[in-house]
């Protein structure tokens, strides 16, 4: 017991050691160096078929298009997002990028620690000071923000204007602020087209588990079809799996988010809420290449079509060419500015 | 209307737990600590989906839920039992090992780490909201029963008597001859088919696996195993009770009338309440986590 308590205590002084150095890395890029590009998923990782594959797609393409060289990274369960970022920074990669909210802290630590290495954080979160004021991340730090309240506004009044039922459905995933705003920008959309319309709305939980319950999203989704809901908006990642099961067992529709969902429950997937990851991460590659990026808040928004609403083919005839005509009256005023979408409660 | 809907809903939300909890129950009253039900749920389920995709059987999805659940508790009981492993740390390792390993099979099998493809299930498209959807679903029928068999099983057989034993005072069984480690190895595979077929249900309802999709169910069983204080009965009392609870929340959605967070505190709060003794004495099984007794 002694032996392995020292053992223990032997490797952790070690660990801790470990935390202080700060390998050189590249020192300086030689001429005609291709950029480096580290990516760190979110959980999941490649293959869950939203943001995660979206900023694969849009890496890839960099890769293609302006011949960088990219790095992949896929931390497991727990806590090695961190040092996934880490690794990346320290082997001198130009440009690191982390994939998902949770990244926010551990960029800012790690922009601090390596000045000299360019960050790019999807989703990531700005902090505000307690008097309310926007805390801006680290210069050599880019923050990739979709004005994902702009797009919910559009499917909100999707579902108003198909719903016909004066009963429209939302369903979030962990309760945050950045699933709230897609709450906000739907319910003003909704309000938009049918003033008197009702949202029914609940999240599936208080905890990132409420992304992963398709069974609670299941019995929300059936509970809101039971009051008269006819369309219901998910932002809730593969709780939302659960939401199109219940759109099926009742013969319902529902609206996907992040990537074209239509696929998974077809028929059924009026539309979905997409959020353009892929050509974000191509931009900051892109810049880093030029050597013209800049560390900063940057919005993607319907006018730079970094959200947006599905309608192609699949599913034309779910939505009628009136209610089309509506939505891009409604997307040009917000581009112009006349309607200011809601992003907080 | 209003009540009927809520019963159905709150029927539909706790097979799973009682699915699970009656495997609880068997566990910890032979003395192995249940901690290991999310695991075998979560195996169980992505089998359900696996079996139920490659025959196009929903049936056989079952059937290779309850195995993948008892293989799972096989590992378990091998190295809570012949090894005399710590049943905490074997139990956390399961867990980890099923989230794992389920995540590798779904990228090896489906080529995605989010969720399988659509599977054949017992509920039928447009089936609706009410006991329609329901009654289709013999893994219902299976959920209902599983409460007053597992009572039956403990209480008024001979096997029973013997799981019941080895859990107060494995050395007194042991000197009456009863078998010990045996009887240990069978409640522990008899909680893991149970408890799959706890993941099948959730994995069929949907049509497919996702990701994780347990989502802690497991551990709320097991909240209900120590709750119902290892009755059977009581225990899937306690299922309905937190089912309820989750159904009464989502129907008074929109009016935060209660906050989520108060509702999936529940289980884990009247757990505590449980063992601090404020609604009766909550006796754990004397042997329960012992293993080096025998």
Redesign the interface.
């Known amino acids: 017991m002694r032996k392995l308590l020292l053992l223990v205590a032997a490797l952790l002084v070690a660990h801790v050691a470990l935390l202080f150095i700060h390998p050189a890395g590249a020192a300086a890029p030689p001429a005609g160096h291709t950029i480096d590009v580290g990516v760190v998923f979110d959980l999941?990782?490649?293959?869950?078929?939203?943001f995660?594959d979206g900023a694969y797609l849009g890496a890839e393409r960099a890769e293609k298009a302006l011949g960088v060289q990219v790095r992949f990274i896929e931390p497991?369960?727990g806590s090695d997002r961190e040092s996934g970022l880490r690794l990346l920074a320290a082997e001198g990669m130009d440009l690191v990028i982390g994939v998902g909210f949770i990244f926010t802290d551990d960029l800012t630590q790690l922009a601090r620690e390596y000045p000299n290495t360019k960050f790019a954080g999807v989703d990531y979160s700005v902090a505000t000071d307690p008097s309310g004021k926007v805390v801006p991340p680290p210069a050599n730090l880019a923050a990739l923000k979709f004005r994902e309240e702009q797009g919910s506004y559009l499917v909100g009044a999707l579902a108003a204007l198909v719903g016909k039922s004066k009963k429209v459905g939302f369903v979030g995933g962990m309760?945050s602020p950045l699933i709230q705003k897609f709450e906000m920008g739907y319910r003003a959309g909704v309000k938009q087209v049918c003033p008197d319309c009702?949202?029914?709305?609940?999240?599936a939980?208080?905890?990132p588990?409420?992304f992963?319950?398709?069974?609670?999203g299941?019995?929300?989704a059936?509970?809101?079809?039971?009051q008269g809901v006819n369309v219901i908006f998910h932002a809730s990642g593969?709780t939302g799996?659960?939401v199109f099961?219940a759109a099926?067992?009742?013969?319902k529709l529902a609206i996907g988010v992040d990537a074209d969902q239509y696929s998974e429950a077809p028929g059924y997937v009026l539309s979905s809420m997409v959020k353009g990851v892929d050509n974000a991460v191509y931009d900051a590659i892109r810049k880093v290449k030029d050597g013209q990026f800049r560390g900063g808040i940057y919005q993607y928004g319907l006018a730079e079509s970094g959200v947006g609403y599905v309608y192609d083919k699949n599913n034309e005839r779910l939505i009628p060419p009136v209610v089309h005509a509506r939505l891009e009256q409604l997307r040009q005023e917000i581009v112009a500015g006349r309607i200011v979408v809601p992003s907080t409660r | 209307m209003i009540a009927l809907a809520f019963f159905a809903q709150t029927l539909r939300i706790a097979i799973p737990y009682l699915l699970a909890a009656a495997g609880g129950v068997m566990s910890e009253r032979a003395g192995l600590i249940g901690l290991t039900l999310e695991g075998y749920m979560l195996g169980g389920a992505f089998c359900a989906v696996a079996a139920s995709f490659a025959s196009g059987s929903p049936w056989l999805g079952v059937l290779a839920a309850v195995a993948g659940g008892a293989l799972l508790a096989l590992l378990y009981a091998v190295s809570a039992i012949r090894f005399r492993a710590d049943q905490v740390v074997v139990g956390i390792a399961i867990n980890l090992l099923a989230i794992g390993l389920t995540r590798f099979l779904l990228r090896l099998f489906f080529d995605s780490s989010s969720n399988s493809p659509r599977v054949a299930g017992f509920t039928s498209q447009g089936s609706g909201t009410g006991f329609g959807a329901l009654v289709q679903n013999p893994v219902v029928w299976l959920g209902i029963a599983v409460i007053p068999a597992a009572a039956w099983l403990l209480y008024r057989t001979p096997f029973g008597l013997r799981v019941r034993a080895v859990g107060e005072h494995p050395a007194a069984a042991a000197s009456v001859g009863v078998p010990v480690a045996r009887v240990r190895y069978l409640a522990v595979l008899v909680s893991g088919m149970l408890a799959g077929l706890g993941g099948a249900y959730l994995a069929l309802d949907q049509h497919q696996f996702t990701d994780g999709m347990t989502a802690g169910r497991g551990f709320i069983a097991l909240a209900a195993t120590i709750f119902g204080r290892w009755d059977p009965l009581r225990a899937g009392l306690a299922c309905l009770l937190f089912a309820a609870a989750e159904t009464l929340q989502i129907q008074l959605q929109g009016t935060q009338a209660i906050p989520s967070q108060f509702v999936e505190m529940i289980p884990y709060a009247l757990t505590i309440v449980a063992l601090a003794g404020v609604v009766g004495r909550a006796v754990a099984p004397a042997a329960l986590g012992k293993t080096t007794i025998e």
């Open positions: 999941g990782g490649r293959g869950d078929k939203s995660n497991g369960e309760d009702i949202v029914l709305s609940q999240y939980g208080v905890t588990e409420a992963r319950n398709p069974g609670k299941k019995e929300i059936l509970s809101q079809y039971q593969s799996l659960g099961e099926r067992q009742t013969n």
